[in-house]
């Protein structure tokens, strides 16, 4: 039923919803662990009432829950606190997101469980991380997106905000937490202990803008955002053709030559404002100007040749049914289906991890519906 | 010299340059690794070549390979060659970013590898993965942020293209990369075995784009760019107050009713427009004209106290400054200080990567300098 990987044999409790904690696990079951889904009776995780929905079923659930087991338990009820317990005895792994304090609240705090479990590794995926001034505070992907940075970078100068079209501030958050883990089970692999990996989503943006913030460091001035355009290299930048944008990547002076003469521009290349990337960042815009002259007289995939020829970095900007339609994608099995017994056959996006030695079969285990692996659960705990 | 980590006593050769590799290695660094960068003599990693600068040293280059060491290696000399094949014979991992096939054509591609050095771990993050039409193809951060999507779902409906202001193309592939090859030392802990990890930022951007690729799979249209609004919940959006922009999340309806009355809106709430999520998505213009209607009497910081007060999350957007600079982002050890030897101190963002069991210290071991471990390494090998 796992998926075949390096986590096989490893037990994920996975008391996480939404998104960034269910980020972290299904990274976890694409690598091959067991995950169980603790979700409260009734509701489930909250998750599987966001849309896209197939027949009643939410399309989003299933994309970031497939493979893992449900189980429904209420943690004020003493036989339900029971049966977690017998399950975290059994694991090698919690996973939380919770705001910070909740665990403890519960009598789950990393402090009471590494004393019952030494072996369990617990990992929490926060708003702000378990210490600081924040830390109990609850965090949102688009509130975390708006206090960490990355949209005063991103858009247009002069316009209003744009966010970022998918959820930096959680899917970020879970990708550390997927490090962090797995760096906490090699290191129990070596020494025998568990330890505690504590993930804030908003430390997590600050660590994605590394060159952005180093900018604020060495100037003493925040950058803004540039719309299309690399923040110091040139041309590096989306330039409109006749049907659309190309992104020319020409990073270094022999390239500028080369997307010059590409572009019957060879003059340009000679050109005393532009022979140095420093002499074309202040000319930005001349060089702007000069390309799109060029580019307005043929569509996007004429010039994506003539680039492609001259051997200058290129590309279009495909949305992300172009994206996924591709043959790259297909061929690195970047699409998968799960076979939903609600919602039929769901086409998935694959795991961009490949593994030599381990199959990356072209189908994964569906989403568990809300408690569905009850009963094969309290079985195996001598529960039933 | 390595950071107190759960990677202590991993040895890393590090034949990678620029962003994506690199990227991978510092977190395997701030893990605890010990990392070797191997350089091309005279010139270095390229980003030692781009700005910012710190008199005449790149921050850039500072900020992402602090705690490594460096070795210049001419793979076209024996003599070198017999340097790096004895690192790789003590190495536990060797990480690289060339474009597909490069590995190969210098004699050090994974099937050689593994030959010689069963024990050995490869990493390989390339533009479009190991297979697939376009696996010898060469990437770069802005044509693969194009090629992938995520731009075509960035932006204001109707304006030109943005780009992610920070570079997810590279960044991204160095966090799945981070999570592959931690599982692959947790694997081979438990048998002994090493795998190949390959990573292509293509496919990387893929597997971030979840939601908008279900939707595209869901409803056969792909999804384009919303401003600063998100696809399904309403209000989840930044509104215009009096001297900024402030985020509200209000993402069930409850806090909509709270939302409101704390407006002084009271009236929106029960008006049959706005009664769910679905019928707020319907009328999400109609919201916004209300919302900024009555935020914009007063600034920003006064309305995020009267979202605090009512309990619905709410947030200003920070510039990179104000991001770093916050209470939160100190108390979280999220910047820490390298002692440059040329540069002087130099600050750079902390590991988001918080674990128990291992201190965080306030500093960092400097970038090394081109070549600069050289002496100490050959005698390692006992090649001096």
């Known amino acids: ?34 995950v169980i889904k603790i979700e409260t009776p009734g509701v489930g995780d909250d998750a599987r009432h966001y849309g896209p929905f197939l027949g009643k079923k939410s399309a989003y659930f299933m994309s970031i829950n497939r493979g893992k087991e449900s189980i429904a338990l209420d943690l004020k009820k003493d036989s339900d606190r029971a049966v977690l317990d017998k399950l ?47 830390a109990e505070r609850p965090a949102y992907d688009m ?20 966010r970022i079209g998918m959820s930096i501030g959680d899917i970020g958050a879970g990708l550390y937490a997927a490090i962090g883990v797995n760096a906490a089970l090699y290191h129990r692999a070596k020494t025998g202990l568990a330890i505690k990996v504590d993930i804030g989503m908003f ?31 040139v041309p590096f930048e989306a330039y409109r053709a006749a049907d659309g944008y190309l992104i020319v990547a020409a990073g270094n002076d022999a390239l500028f030559v080369k997307a010059c003469a590409a572009l ?41 040749g003539v680039m492609d020829d001259a051997g200058v970095p290129a590309g279009p900007i495909n949305d992300v049914g172009q994206a996924i339609e591709s043959a790259q994608a297909r061929a690195r099995n970047m699409v998968v289906t799960a076979d939903d017994p609600v919602a039929g056959p769901v086409k998935l996006v694959g795991n961009p991890i490949k593994l030599s030695s381990f199959a990356d079969p072209p189908t994964r285990a569906p989403a568990p519906g809300l408690d569905a692996d009850r009963a094969k659960i309290l079985k195996e705990l001598g529960l039933d």
Chains 1, 2 share one sequence.
């Open 264 to 304: 019957g521009l060879s003059g340009m290349a000679k050109d005393s404002r532009f022979l140095t990337n420093d002499l074309r960042n202040q000319n930005v815009d001349a060089i702007k100007t000069e390309f799109e002259r060029v580019l307005a007289a043929k569509p996007v995939a004429h010039w994506q």
């Open 1 to 34: 039923m796992t998926q075949p990987g390096p986590l096989n044999g490893i037990l994920v409790v996975d008391m996480t919803r939404i998104l960034a904690g269910p980020y972290c696990t299904l990274m976890m079951a694409e690598l091959g662990a067991r």
């Open 143 to 162: 509130v975390v997106q708006g206090l960490g940075g990355i949209m005063s970078i991103t858009g247009e100068p002069g316009r209003p905000p744009v």
């Open 88 to 134: 975290l005895a059994k694991a090698d792994v919690v996973v939380e997101n919770f705001r910070g304090g909740t665990m403890e609240r519960l009598g789950y705090g990393w402090g009471a469980l590494n004393k019952k479990y030494p072996r369990l590794i617990y990992v929490a995926a926060s708003g702000f991380g378990h210490s600081g001034p924040e």
């Open 203 to 233: 430390d997590c943006q600050l660590a994605l803008l590394e060159n952005a913030i180093l900018r604020y460091f060495v100037t003493g001035q925040a950058p803004g955002p540039l719309g299309a355009r690399h923040p110091s290299i």
